[in-house]
C-alpha cells in the first residue's frame, strides 16, 4: 500500500470531481491565477476515444450496459422508503444514472439546459405571501435558496454561452420578442444559438397546446443547432438528431459537456492538473475543525492511499458524493429526523416526473429514434408563477413537454406492455412495435419538495469498497407533490385529444404510491448539503461556501433546497459560476467566512 | 411558430469520414484486378463460409449446457415468437446473444453490487439476490426443468407452447420459486436478455441479419437524421445499418474496457 507514496506538490486549490460543476470551479480559479489540481474517481473520457462513431451509438453497450455509468461494483447506496424499514443496498443501475469518470454525468446527460422561475428560488416566502404561513403543510420543509433571480442572471447567461445553448428568449433587456416561452423572466441576452428544430411530435404538440390555449416554446438546449464557438474557444458542431444524448458521448462535439466545452481550455494552461482514477475519502480538517487542510484519497492505479494538502478546497462530486463526503468527513452535524436538528443529508429531493403516451393513426410514423436530448417543445402553464397554487392545491409546478430524445429498439421493447397489457408473448410484439412507430410520449416532469422524513445518512450496515459506510437514502412520493403530479396530466389528456390521438395512456402518481427505485426516473437529485441564510437549517451560505469549514465550498444540485420543475444543471452551473465569482472577487482578498452566522 | 434550424451548408468532416464506416448492402465490393466472375466466385465463397460459420442453428453454447440451452431456446421464442410481425427469438439468434454475454463481465454479475449480506424487502427497493446473471440462469433452468417434469411429465422444451406460456405465466406471476430465486426474478431476467438480443447491434450475435430493427423500422448505426427531424410523419425511407466487425474490442467480450 504505501511503496508509491510521492508528495505531490501543494497545489492552491483541489477540486473533487470532474464534471460540470468541478470543471466551471477549475477554469474560474485558474483564471483567476491559482494552481489548481482535480481529482477524479474515473477515468478520462475524450470524443476522439470513448465518442468516436460508431462505437458511441451502440445501444446495448451504452444506455443498457452502462458503460458511461458508476461503477456499482465499487461503490453504491442504500434505499428504503420510509425511516422505519431497514434500507437495501441499490444493487443494479435504474432509477438514477451518476456519472463516473472525466466529465461526470455531464458527459451523457441530455442536454436540457433551464434557468429556473424567477420564484423557485424564493419558494417559502413567496408561498407565505401569496398563501399564507399555513399554506405549508406540516412536514414540509420548504425554503430559500438566499439568492435571487436577478442576482444570478448574470451567471445564468454566462452558462448559457460556455454551453452554447439553442433557445428562443422571450424578453430581453425589457423588450418582448415576441416568442419563446412567455412566462420566462427577463435576461439581459439572447440565448448564443437559435432553437433546435421541432421534430414531427414536438410539432404536433406546439399547435396543439397552442389550440387548447397553452403557450408553448422551443426547450433550451445545449445541444447545438448551428456551429459555435463558446467564450473559451471551444467548438460545437451542428447536431443531427441521432438521438444519441441521454446516457452516450454526442460523437458530433454536438451536446454540450465539460468535454468539449471546458476541458479543451483548461487542458492547456499549466496551473490545471487532472488527476485521474483518485478516489477522494476524506475532506481532511485542521485540529480545530474549521480549516480544510486537504484530501486523503485512494489512487486507484496502485491501490495506494494518498493525501494531498491545498488552501482552497472544492467539493463537486455530485449531489449524493457531496453528502456522503461531508458525512465521511465530519463536516457540519448530520440531520436528525427526530429532533430535526443538523443539515447534512436534510432537504433531500427528487424530480417527480412521470411520462403519458398518445397513439396517432397508422399513416403517422413517429420516427421515435430522431431527436435530440434537449429538444422539444414545452408549455409551462404548470409551472410559471402566475399560477394559483391556492386553487390548485399544491405548493410547486411542472413543465409538460414532448422532449422525443432518440428512443432506440432496446429500451423501447423493455419498457412496453405492462398495467394490465402482455408484456411478451405475440401481442405484446404486435402492440410493441406499434408503439415505436406511431406513438410519442409527453412528460409531466415536475417540482419535488422536501419534507422532514425525506433524507440521506449513513448507513449502519453496507460498505463500499474502500470500507466506508455506504450513503442511505429515505424515500417517497409524498401528498403535496402527487396531487400538483396529477393536476399537471389532466391537462396532458386536453392537448393529446387536440393532437388526433387514437389511444392515450395518462400515467400519473397514485396517492400510497412508493419510489420505486428499478424504474428509471432521472438523475435530477437534488439537497443534502444545502444553501440558505441560516445555518441552523442550511449546510453552505449563498455562496456556497461551508458555515463550518470556510475554506471549503460545495458546488452541485445537493445545495438545492427543494427540486425545481426544470432539470437541475442550468442552475448547477449558475450557482458555480456565482460562488467562483464571489471567491474571486471577495475571498481570494480576505479568507474566512463571507457570510457572518 | 416554426423555429429555424440552420443546415450547414456542407456535412461536417465528423460525418463524411464516418461513412466509412458504414456497411452498406450495395457497397462496392470489386477490384479492377480481378475479372468479375472470378470476383463472384470469391464472394461467394467467403459468403458461404461465413454463414456457415454464423448460421445460428450451429451455434455450440460455452457458458450454457446442451440441457440448458435447449430450454433458453424455447422459453424465448415463447416470449418473441415468430409471427407476422417478422422474425422471433430463435430465427434473430437471441440464445446465442444470451450465451455470448454471459461470457461478459455483465453475465459474471460485474456490473452489479453483489456485496454481503443480503436482505429481504419490497419489491420497490429493487433486486436483493446474491447473483450475477450466470448464477441465475444456472440455479434456475433445472429447477424448471423439474417442475415441468413434475406437472408434464415432459421438459419445458419438449412441452405443447401452449403448457410453456403457462409455466413463464407461472414465472411472471410469482407462482413458482426456486430455492430462494423467484419466479419473478427469472422470468425479468430472461424477458430482458431476450429483448435485448432481439434489438442489440448483430455484433453482439442477437438480431440476426438486423432483422429485429427492420421489424421496428429503427436504422441501426446510421445516426443521422438532419434532414428528417420533421418529415410530417413519413416514415424514414433507409434500412438499418450494422456497426462494421472491425469493432471488436467492444465486440461479444465487451465491456472490458471499463473495467480495471
Ligand atoms: C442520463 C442522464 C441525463 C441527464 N439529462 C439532463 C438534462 O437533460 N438536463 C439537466 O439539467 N440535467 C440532466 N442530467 C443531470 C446532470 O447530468 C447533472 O445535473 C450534472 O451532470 C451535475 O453536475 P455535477 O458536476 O454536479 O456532477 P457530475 O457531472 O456527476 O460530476 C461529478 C464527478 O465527481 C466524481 N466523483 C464522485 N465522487 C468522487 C470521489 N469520492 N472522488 C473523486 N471523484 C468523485 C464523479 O465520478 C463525477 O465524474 C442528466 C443526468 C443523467 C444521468
Ligand atoms: S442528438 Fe445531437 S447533441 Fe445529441 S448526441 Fe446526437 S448529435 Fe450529439
Known amino acids: 500500500m504505501t511503496d508509491h507514496v510521492t508528495p505531490p506538490k501543494k497545489p492552491d486549490v483541489l477540486i473533487i470531481g470532474a464534471g460540470w460543476a468541478g470543471s466551471i470551479m477549475a477554469k474560474e480559479l485558474t483564471e483567476a491565477g491559482l494552481h489548481v489540481t482535480m481529482l477524479e474517481r474515473g477515468h478520462d473520457h475524450s470524443t476522439a476515444v470513448e465518442g468516436a462513431y460508431p462505437e458511441s451509438i451502440d445501444e446495448l453497450r451504452g444506455a443498457i450496459r452502462k458503460r458511461l455509468f458508476q461503477k456499482l461494483a465499487r461503490t453504491s447506496l442504500t434505499i428504503r422508503n420510509h425511516p422505519t424499514q431497514t434500507a437495501l443496498p441499490y444493487r443494479q443501475l435504474a432509477a438514477f444514472l451518476p456519472g463516473e469518470g472525466v466529465g461526470g454525468a455531464g458527459l451523457h446527460w441530455s442536454g436540457c439546459h433551464f434557468r429556473t422561475t424567477e420564484d423557485e428560488l424564493r419558494l417559502r416566502s413567496v408561498t407565505q405571501e401569496r398563501y399564507g404561513r399555513n399554506f405549508i403543510p406540516d412536514g414540509m420543509f420548504l425554503q430559500d435558496y438566499g439568492v435571487s433571480y436577478q442576482e444570478l442572471e448574470p451567471f445564468f447567461d454566462k452558462a448559457e454561452k460556455v454551453f452554447g445553448t439553442a433557445g428562443e428568449a422571450s424578453s430581453v433587456r425589457g423588450q418582448a420578442t415576441g416568442g419563446g416561452n412567455i412566462f420566462a423572466p427577463d435576461r439581459s441576452d439572447h440565448f448564443p444559438l437559435p432553437p433546435l428544430a421541432d421534430t414531427f411530435s414536438a410539432s404536433l404538440f406546439r399547435k396543439a397546446a397552442t389550440e387548447v390555449g397553452f403557450h408553448p416554446y422551443s426547450m433550451p438546449a445545449a445541444n447545438a443547432s448551428q456551429p459555435y464557438t463558446n467564450p473559451y474557444g471551444c467548438q460545437m458542431g451542428p447536431c443531427n438528431f441521432c438521438g444519441y444524448c441521454s446516457g452516450y458521448d454526442c460523437y458530433l462535439y454536438s451536446k454540450a459537456s465539460p468535454n468539449v466545452n471546458i476541458l479543451p481550455a483548461l487542458r492547456q494552461d499549466k496551473r490545471f492538473t487532472l488527476i485521474t482514477q483518485a478516489q477522494v475519502l476524506e475532506i481532511l480538517l485542521d485540529d480545530d475543525r474549521k480549516t480544510a487542510t486537504g484530501v486523503r484519497y485512494i489512487d486507484l492505479t496502485t491501490q495506494s492511499e494518498q493525501t494531498m494538502q491545498a488552501d482552497l478546497v472544492i467539493l463537486s462530486a455530485f449531489q449524493l458524493h457531496n453528502v456522503h463526503l461531508m458525512l465521511t468527513s465530519g463536516i457540519g452535524q448530520p440531520y436528525d429526523p427526530v429532533t430535526q436538528t443538523g443539515v447534512i443529508g436534510r432537504n433531500f429531493t427528487y424530480q417527480t416526473i412521470t411520462s403519458s403516451r398518445v397513439w396517432l393513426p397508422k399513416t403517422h410514423f413517429t420516427n421515435q429514434f430522431v431527436g435530440a436530448g434537449g429538444g422539444g417543445v414545452a408549455i409551462d402553464d404548470i409551472n410559471h408563477p402566475g399560477l394559483d397554487r391556492g386553487k390548485a392545491g399544491f405548493i410547486g409546478g411542472s413543465p409538460i413537454w414532448v422532449n422525443q430524445a432518440g428512443t432506440k429498439p432496446i429500451n423501447a421493447a423493455l419498457s412496453s406492455g405492462g398495467k394490465g397489457a402482455p408484456r411478451w408473448g405475440h401481442a405484446y410484439k404486435t402492440a410493441m412495435i406499434d408503439q415505436y412507430r406511431h406513438s410519442l410520449s409527453i412528460d409531466a416532469h415536475g417540482s419535488n419538495m422536501a419534507y422532514r422524513d425525506v433524507y440521506l445518512d449513513l448507513d449502519p450496515t453496507w460498505r463500499n469498497a474502500y470500507g466506508q459506510p455506504m450513503l442511505r437514502m429515505t424515500f417517497t412520493w409524498k401528498e403535496n407533490d402527487i396531487r400538483m403530479n396529477q393536476y399537471a396530466v389532466q391537462h396532458i389528456g386536453q392537448i393529446a385529444k387536440a393532437m388526433g390521438a387514437t389511444k392515450i395512456a395518462l400515467n400519473s402518481l397514485q396517492h400510497g404510491q412508493n419510489f420505486d427505485s428499478r424504474l428509471y426516473q432521472t438523475t435530477h437529485l437534488n439537497g443534502g448539503v444545502i444553501m440558505g441564510e441560516n445555518p441552523k437549517t442550511s449546510a453552505v451560505n449563498r455562496y456556497l461556501q461551508s458555515w463550518d469549514v470556510s475554506n471549503l465550498f460545495v458546488i452541485g444540485s445537493s445545495a438545492f433546497p427543494q427540486g425545481l420543475g426544470y432539470n437541475p444543471t442550468g442552475l448547477v452551473a449558475a450557482l458555480a459560476y456565482w460562488s467562483a465569482y464571489h471567491i474571486r472577487h471577495t475571498y481570494l482578498r480576505n479568507p474566512g467566512p463571507m457570510v457572518t452566522a | ?260
Open chain 2, 1 to 260: 411558430m416554426t423555429s429555424s434550424p440552420s443546415h450547414p451548408t456542407a456535412p461536417s468532416r465528423t460525418a463524411l469520414s464516418r461513412r466509412g464506416f458504414i456497411r452498406g448492402t450495395g457497397a462496392l465490393s470489386g477490384s479492377s484486378l480481378l475479372s468479375h466472375a472470378a470476383q463472384a466466385r470469391a464472394d461467394l465463397k467467403t459468403q458461404q463460409a461465413r454463414k456457415a460459420e454464423n448460421d445460428p442453428a450451429r451455434y455450440v453454447p460455452r457458458f450454457f449446457t446442451a440441457e440448458e440451452y435447449r430450454f433458453l431456446c424455447h422459453a424465448c421464442e415463447r416470449i418473441f415468437p415468430e409471427d407476422e410481425n417478422g422474425p422471433g427469438a430463435l430465427a434473430l439468434a437471441v440464445p446465442r446473444f444470451i450465451d455470448k454475454q454471459m461470457q461478459t463481465p455483465y453475465g459474471q454479475g460485474d456490473l452489479w453490487y453483489l456485496h454481503p449480506p443480503f436482505g429481504n424487502g419490497p419489491p420497490e427497493l429493487g433486486y436483493q439476490l446474491p447473483y450475477g446473471p450466470q448464477e441465475l440462469y444456472r440455479r434456475t433452468i433445472e429447477p424448471i426443468n423439474t417442475h415441468c417434469l413434475m406437472t408434464y411429465n415432459a421438459l419445458f422444451a419438449d412441452l405443447t407452447t401452449t403448457q410453456q406460456d403457462e409455466v413463464l405465466h407461472k414465472l411472471e406471476d410469482g407462482v413458482l420459486q426456486f430455492n430462494d430465486i423467484p419466479g419473478a426474478v427469472f422470468f425479468e431476467q430472461l424477458r430482458t436478455n431476450t429483448l435485448e438480443g432481439a434489438f442489440a447491434d448483430p455484433l453482439y450475435g442477437g438480431n440476426d441479419a438486423m432483422g429485429g430493427w427492420k421489424m421496428m423500422g429503427f436504422p441501426g448505426a446510421r445516426a443521422d437524421f438532419m434532414d428528417w427531424v420533421n418529415q410530417q410523419g413519413a416514415p424514414y425511407p433507409l434500412g438499418p445499418v450494422g456497426m462494421p466487425p472491425n469493432v471488436a474490442p467492444y465486440g461479444p467480450d465487451a465491456l472490458h474496457d471499463e473495467e480495471d
